[in-house]
């Protein structure tokens, strides 16, 4: 199986997307062409573990491949995607790098070339969001040795929310920690922006003065509320461990919690935080898994995995209810992410008993997760629309640095 997945003869400049978690990394590399077209896609796994692997699909399969690859870290990690590019592509293939920054704190809100004053800023964010801004900097500091004339660009991930009505960005705590950062940030930004824009194509421009409601549901879970194009709420807030229950994220939580167990078990700050990142949500409550297809499976004979999909239902039907209230009506409700956008049966027990707000579904429609899930007539709009942050990366990064599509 070869390595190589450059065969094409364009000479279009190639931007390069990088999105990093936890214990892995996303990858996609795109044509700077009109309709940017993406060359591949991957990702390596299991980073820090025995056995992490190197995936990349490519156009056809001779441009695939899949192997096991040391790396211990993240920046050992970026080290093997960078010398398959350079052996692949050749060593001055790409013309720009562009990162998903999951949190920009209070000073960055916009997209924008990275710059070692930026490294630095969001060096001393990390306590915004220690789970994902350290492993971030490491990728764009790897990057930056191996290809240091590399441009490099930030997409921050709160960026759509910056705007939020100030009585959504308050927190109702003492005032004094709202100078320091303290606000309802809200995150999967990218992808809600991804969603407006395809929203504009499905529907017509003329859809965008509507109110909405988009549900980004996968191992991460949030929504938000958006009227006129423009955001007015979502469930997220100064974390992504804020909101609806998630994979193993809790979601919303009585706040005394922390005291209750600190005195009953003498659980620390950080154990507190380490169970409600990852040790909660459906894995919490189910005991078992913390994806939604085993919970399904198990549902039937299994009460634990039945109240674990019930309680994600619940509170995701619940914030619609909240957030049509906020908006005044709605016109749509869009479902994206790995569980919204595959899941007919979520999505059902979701908008069930959401009649009085003017939600339907078809059910044939549902069930083959199309486009539009609702009755052509119906008078809210459900659809089904699959994001593509890495999209969005790719267009943000050739408009931030002027790089011609023709």
């Not at 969001?122 to 490491?138: A, T, Y």
């Not at 198990?298 to 109240?307: F, G, K, L, N």
């Amino acid at each position: 199986m070869t390595d190589s997945i450059c065969m094409t003869t364009s000479t279009a400049p190639r931007v390069i997307v990088i999105n990093g978690g936890s214990s892995s990394i996303k990858f996609a590399l795109f044509e700077a062409r009109a309709s940017l077209p993406r060359i591949m896609a991957g990702g390596i796994e299991r980073i820090g573990l025995p056995g992490a692997t190197f995936k990349v699909t490519g156009a056809a399969p001779a441009e695939s491949l899949l192997r096991t690859v040391n790396a211990p870290d993240h920046a050992a990690a970026v080290g093997v995607l960078m010398d398959w590019i350079e052996q692949s592509c050749g060593p001055h293939s790409l013309a720009a790098a562009g990162h998903r920054i999951v949190h920009g704190g209070p000073k960055y809100s916009q997209p924008q070339r990275i710059t070692d004053d930026m490294v630095q800023d969001l060096l001393r964010f990390s306590p915004f969001d220690p789970e994902h801004l350290p492993e971030e900097v490491l990728l764009i500091e790897a990057l930056q040795r191996r290809f240091p004339d590399l441009p490099q660009v930030a997409c921050f991930d709160t960026a759509f929310h910056h705007d939020l009505p100030r009585v959504a960005l308050l927190l109702p705590i003492p005032r004094h920690y709202e100078a320091q950062g303290v606000r309802r940030y809200g995150f999967h930004g990218l992808s809600y922006e991804y969603l407006m824009q395809e929203l504009a194509r499905l529907a017509g421009a003329d859809a965008a003065p509507g109110r909405m409601i988009l549900a980004h549901l996968g191992n991460g879970a949030s929504l938000a509320a958006v009227h006129d194009g423009k955001p007015v709420d979502t469930t997220m807030s100064f974390t992504p461990t804020s909101g609806v229950p998630m994979s193993t994220r809790a979601g919303d939580l009585d706040p005394a919690l922390v005291w209750y167990l600190a005195r009953t078990e003498n659980m620390t700050a950080k154990k507190f935080h380490e169970m409600v990142n990852f040790r909660s949500g459906l894995l919490g409550v189910s005991e078992t898994s913390s994806d939604l297809r085993d919970l399904l499976e198990r549902e039937s004979e299994d009460i634990r995995a039945a109240e674990a999909v019930a309680l994600f239902c619940y509170e995701i039907k619940k914030r619609i209810g909240a957030f049509a209230a906020a908006l005044g009506g709605l016109d749509a409700l869009v479902f994206s992410g790995g569980i919204g956008e595959n899941s007919p049966l979520v999505r059902r027990r979701i908008c069930s008993g959401l009649e009085f707000l003017g939600i339907e579904l078809e059910e044939k429609r549902n069930a083959e997760n199309a486009t539009l899930i609702s009755p052509a007539a119906g008078q809210v709009a459900v659809r089904v629309i699959q994001t593509n942050e890495e999209q969005i990366i790719g267009q943000t990064v050739c408009q931030v640095l002027g790089i011609n599509r023709s």
